[in-house]
């Protein structure tokens, strides 16, 4: 991290500690820290020269589907595809100016789920968040859904080979994450919660195949069901997309303030 960077967190970390006292029973003062840590985060990020680009933390989001692949359609036509690949560039305008942020998908065509992985990888991205939207069988299936990868309870094939030792399976790669990636998923389930449109429902460790292979913090967010009327309406309002985004981003802030603070 830039010393620019170290010196003003440190300072905003130095403030935050003497502030916390008199915040704890104001929920807006609590954001606080946050709120300076982003702004802090924000202005290194307008200011910076080609170097101190180099050290901001990647984000890669990943917009789920693309191509034939529609993924859930809603009553009205509405793909998922079109409305993963709508708040991926939402949420990249929101925090492109704090992070080097990348899409694993930039426009309408497929990509497996090991693809999605593995961009993510080769870009050596800090955190991977996954978009999609859920769907349900019943019409009435709603609210915000938040997923991190489930560790096996195996630990066969932890390697591939056995001569390669140095060489994480594919398979279990993820798992080393698996406290980080629960944060993040919690940060999101706060602060998403903070709207009052959509249910947010309690985060879930699955053993869903998109997170596997992933070798960074990395989480799954269905914004809302596409098979719901009601929530697929909201989920075409420009208005209630800009700030979900928002607080995805906020969220995201919250976790490297998090990470940044640990021992
Ligand atoms: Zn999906």
Known sequence: MPILIIGLINQVKATAKKMKKFIKK????????????????????????????ENLLKIVIDPGHGGLDHGVKGKTGFAEK???????????????????????????????????ASAANSEKADIMISIHSCGG?????????????????????????????????????????AEKSRVLAEKFKKNLKTQEQLTVHN???????????????????????????????????????????ALMAESIDEYVLAMDQQP
């Not at 290194?44 to 101190?52: E, H, L, N, R, S």
């Not at 992933?214 to 719901?228: F, K, Q, R, S, V």
């Open 26 to 53: 104001n929920s807006i003062l609590k954001k606080l820290p946050v709120i300076i840590f982003s702004l802090v985060l924000m202005v290194a990020g307008i200011a910076q020269t080609p170097a101190m680009a």
């Open 82 to 116: 079109n409305f993963t690949i709508t708040v991926a560039r939402l949420l990249e305008e929101n925090l492109k100016n704090r992070y080097k942020v990348v899409l694993t998908r930039s426009d309408d065509y497929h990509l497996a789920l090991d693809q999605r």
């Open 137 to 177: 069988i019943r019409l009435g299936t709603g609210g915000i859904f938040i997923y991190y990868l489930k560790v096996s309870e195996t630990k066969e094939g932890a390697f591939l080979n056995s001569g390669a030792a140095d060489r994480k399976d594919w398979a279990t790669l993820q798992e080393a994450y």
């Open 203 to 245: 985060v879930r460790a699955v053993p869903l195949a998109n997170l596997k292979g992933a070798d960074m913090p990395a989480i799954i967010i269905e914004a809302g069901c596409l098979t719901n009327p009601t929530e697929e309406k909201l989920l075409k309002d420009k208005g209630f997309l800009n700030s979900l985004a």
